[in-house]
């Protein structure tokens, strides 16, 4: 690699990657001293990391370089996927518009008066949460989950799995099995409303985001930023599909790579609702 130049291009890259997250640290501890967040104004992720490294909140001292690991695992980690799973949901709401209607009746009515939804009012928003669950049901971001080894040997329905054998979780399939979910390939949100069934990896029928100790450490944020934005956006706009283009019409191919995309972009025409004019 150093007779490629592959190495120097390498530090380089990281070198410039380490001078950008440290300016973005730099710009908020500045922003901090100075006082200049208004009155309720919300802070965002890094100075919620500050705001712990001050505190001493970890039991261990949180270093510099730390910060930097854990905005760009969040950042580089999770925008791809967090990204992918958004549009489906709405590909899946604009395919069903009864499903649509039901959940910015839901938003709507709990932010009634509100200038936008917060974090706060995600608690309520109980459709909203079934309607995120049912599409990472049926498209999970990452369909394969990450590999993993067998540390013993083990008989596993009828299978013998050796120890050091390397093992593929396949999230789609079991999204989908008809052994653990009714219809299985029909979108219902109602499914999750009376059920406690989670995406947090304790419920082995829906694991997008993997369970155990190996699982996603991101889950809990990733799910945070998927419910905000869809409410924030069902709350102010209405979506449409383009004219002429029925919802049953829909292309539902999906992409090929480690994240599954939908093979074509989804067009949509957004109108501001009208309690906004």
Known sequence: ?????????????????????????????????????????????????????????????????????????????????????????????????????????????LAQGKAEVTEDDLGYMQYLKAVIKESLRLHPPIPLLVPRESI?????????????????????????????????????????????????????ELIPFGAGRRGCPGTGFAIVVIELALARIVHKFNLALPEGLKPEDLDMTEGSGITIRRNSPLLAVATQCSSYY
Request: contains cysteine.
């Open 1 to 109: 690699n150093k007779l490629t130049g592959l190495d120097t291009k390498v530090e380089k890259v990281a070198k410039s990657l380490d001078t950008f997250l440290e300016c973005v640290i730099e710009e908020h501890i500045i922003r901090n001293k100075k006082g200049e967040y208004s009155t309720g104004e919300a802070k965002d992720f890094v100075d919620v990391l500050l705001e712990i490294q001050n505190g001493k909140e970890t039991g261990f001292p949180l270093q510099r370089d730390s910060l930097k690991a854990i905005i760009l695992d969040i950042f580089s980690g999770g925008t791809d996927t967090t990204y992918t799973a958004l549009e489906w949901v709405m590909t899946e709401l604009l395919r069903h518009p009864r499903a649509m209607e039901k959940l910015q009746n839901e938003v709507r009515g």
């Open 152 to 204: 013993e040997d083990i008989k596993l329905l009828g299978y013998q799995i050796p120890a050091k054998t390397g093992v593929i979780i396949n999230a789609w399939s079991i999204g989908r099995d008809p052994l653990s979910w009714e219809n299985p390939e029909e979108y219902r949100p109602e499914r999750f409303l009376n059920s406690n069934i989670d995406v947090k990896g304790l419920n082995f």
